[in-house]
């Protein structure tokens, strides 16, 4: 049989613990998403590194360009006073 | 098409974001040579996992307890898991997962010679648990700082569920060893067969792999065949004591100048065989792929076709 028909691709998040969120982990083949949770099971929690499961078609994910990081994440680099360490205040402070 | 302007300078562009130690992801310009050789060698290592699994999974049914069946059963699965991991990654630079499958049975592409040599006893598992699973934990550390971002993530993965693989095949060894004398034979006899195979794991002396200066370059590889080989010889050699049993080299000695072991000069004729298809168990090992998936294909199909169905009735719903 020919393998020009591949199942579709799904991305796989895991919640390590409770009170952590989701995070990807891989992906992997499976026709529907009941066999993807299942695939998933298998293949990315052998050893308890999840309490839950996310798949997500591969297809349905949309990604920002990589040429246009620039543009895209520039902004906020000359925009120090977001961050903490812009300001002075006293050193014997808890502040 | 030739080459223009701006294809150079991409080029050298990507050659200073691998400088600067920039990892490589998917979306990325990449040179067409830097995708293929990761293509090549990511499936390549997929294919290993997977074909990885006949010479051990041939002892499950056998395994002397219930304790060492279970071992052995979660040890192969994993090898399936690494295989999946794998395949996963060379996807993502546009290769479809069934036509690897298809350059793999058409033998159109390699996997690691290591798993033509076949299992005799039981001690063999031990033995490849041990070496094999060694030599590629050896490898595969080195791996985990690879340029391509997806490769590099899978090898932390199979990393981390590797060392075991390695301590069940010592401790198999030691407890046979340690055994009765027929035993502590079969043990002895499993390694001198898999010693000399496993160095050649490595691959090629640096001298003789062309390839080597350029994928060093784009940080493909980090550490080069010969070095990776020595790190395993000097990690192995006190271990093999601790097992009480010997390696077959006369030559294997400390060399206090080199602060490493010297060991004698490896037959690459035998590797240059085993490659070209002439191992004792090459044939077998597309064929009973080929099988696999020949025989599998009706439960994708039909896995397919009930998923097609379901879609038609929400749609009609
Ligand atoms: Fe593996
Ligand atoms: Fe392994």
Known sequence: ????????????????????????????????????????????????EGVSIWVVRSTEVHASDPDDQGPLFDPPSDKAYRHPTFYKVPEDLQL | ????????????????AIDADRTVEPRDWMPERYRSTM???????????????????????????????AILLAKVQDEAG?????????????VGRGELTELLITGRQKYSSIFNYPTLTW???GAIGWLVDGAAITNQLALTKTSYGPYARAMVRICREESFHQRQGFELLAEL????????????????????????????????????????????????????????????????????????????????????????PIDWEEFRQVVGGHGACNAQRIAVRRAADEGGAWVREAARAWEVRQQSRTSAA
Do not use: C
Request: aromatic share 8%; glycine share 6%; proline share 7%.
């Open chain 2, 123 to 125: 001690a063999d598992v």
């Open chain 2, 82 to 94: 690494h295989g999946l991991y794998l395949y996963a990654a060379a996807e993502t630079l546009g």
């Open chain 1, 1 to 48: 049989m020919s393998h020009s028909e591949d199942w579709p691709l799904w991305e796989v998040f895991l919640r390590g613990r409770r009170g952590l969120s989701h995070q990807h982990v891989g992906s992997l083949h499976a026709p529907d998403p009941e066999l993807a949770l299942q695939n998933a099971r298998d293949l990315y929690t052998r050893r308890g």
């Open chain 2, 177 to 264: 060893s340690r055994g009765t004398r027929a035993q502590h034979e079969m043990a002895q006899d499993a390694v001198n067969r898999w010693w000399w195979p496993a160095l050649m794991m490595f691959g090629p002396p640096d001298s003789e792999s062309p390839n080597t200066a350029q994928s060093m370059a784009w940080k493909i590889k980090r550490v080069s065949n010969d070095d990776l080989r020595q790190r395993f010889v000097d990690m192995t050699v006190p271990q093999s004591r601790a097992l009480g049993l010997d390696l077959p080299d006369s030559q294997l000695r400390w060399n206090e100048a080199r602060g490493h072991y010297d060991f004698g």
């Open chain 2, 39 to 69: 293509v090549r060698q990511i499936a390549q290592h997929a294919h290993s996992e997977i074909i990885g699994m006949q010479p051990e999974g041939n002892w499950i049914t056998r395994a002397p307890s219930l304790r060492r069946k």
């Open chain 2, 1 to 16: 098409m030739p080459p223009t302007n701006s294809d150079e300078s991409r080029d050298l562009a990507f050659q200073e």
